[in-house]
Nanobody
Framework: QVRVSESGGGSVETGGSLRLSCVVSGDTFTKYAMGWFRQPPGQEREFVSA????????YYTDSVRGRFIISRDNAENMVYLQLNSLKPEDTADYYCGANLYFGGDRKYMTDQRHYGTWGQGTQVTVSS
């Protein structure tokens, strides 16, 4: 059974940076597309970024494109989300999800309904 665990959240000022990490265990890591989603206070969970199992395909939501970078290390079973130029509206609980899907289709990688395993979340707070 695959397991997912995030770390790396914290509190920063506007313009600051953080790197979120997610470790996956329990199954062959490359079978999974990995995604980062976030849930702002009082709002629904939303898509942030995703990366295919091979690491060759990535997607970002418009509000973070150019500021956030997703990557994965298939040798270490890790996926990362580098958060740069942070804004107060990036404040949220960030979740890492595993999607048993080897392709690169946006439809399957950006929809949280296709993610079967989630971590516990890590909190990011950006102050103005």
């Amino acid at each position: 059974q695959v397991r997912v665990s995030e770390s790396g959240g914290g509190s920063v000022e506007t313009g600051g940076s953080l790197r979120l990490s997610c470790v996956v265990s329990g199954d062959t890591f490359t079978k999974y597309a990995m995604g980062w989603f976030r849930q702002p206070p009082g709002q629904e969970r939303e898509f942030v970024s995703a990366i295919s199992g091979s690491g060759t395909t990535t997607y970002y939501t418009d509000s973070v494109r150019g500021r956030f970078i997703i990557s994965r290390d298939n040798a270490e079973n890790m996926v990362y989300l580098q958060l740069n130029s942070l804004k107060p509206e990036d404040t949220a609980d960030y979740y890492c999800g595993a999607n048993l899907y080897f392709g690169g289709d946006r439809k399957y990688m950006t929809d949280q309904r296709h993610y079967g395993t989630w971590g516990q979340g890590t909190q990011v707070t950006v102050s103005s």
